[in-house]
């Protein structure tokens, strides 16, 4: 079993950027494809974006297509999201999740083990 925990978020302004980290513990990452994931106040956890096992294949919701880019460092026991270009409609609490199961899935259900999440907010 995995163990996530994210880190990063903050308060930026619009057009500004952060990178999330996603530490894991417990397995190596590399046994995972990993997702992240975002949740806005009064709204479902949606998809965001999907990385394989061994980084090559990465998949993005269409809103954040261009802006946002995932990364993973399997020695490290890490995945990222490098955020540029915020905007206000972006601001949510984002989670990383694991998929034991290999392919892709941009379903909340697809994931079996997911971080505390961490809060993103940017201001217009």
């Known amino acids: 079993q995995v163990q996530l925990v994210e880190s990063g978020g903050g308060l930026v302004q619009a057009g500004g950027s952060l990178r999330l980290s996603c530490a894991a513990s417990?397995?190596?990452?590399?046994?995972?494809?990993m997702g992240w994931f975002r949740q806005a106040p009064g709204k479902e956890r949606e998809f965001v974006s999907y990385?394989?096992?061994?980084?090559?294949?990465?998949y993005y919701e269409d809103s954040v297509k261009g802006r946002f880019t995932i990364s993973r460092d399997n020695a490290k026991n890490s995945v990222y999201l490098q955020m540029n270009s915020l905007k206000p409609e972006d601001t949510a609490v984002y989670y990383c999740?694991?998929?034991?199961?290999?392919?892709?899935?941009?379903?909340?259900?697809?994931?079996?083990?997911w971080g505390q999440g961490t809060q993103v907010t940017v201001s217009s």
């Open positions: 999740a694991a998929r034991g199961t290999f392919g892709y899935s941009a379903s909340v259900d697809g994931y079996a083990y």
């Open positions: 417990g397995r190596a990452l590399s046994t995972y494809v």
């Open positions: 990385i394989s096992r061994n980084g090559r294949v990465t």
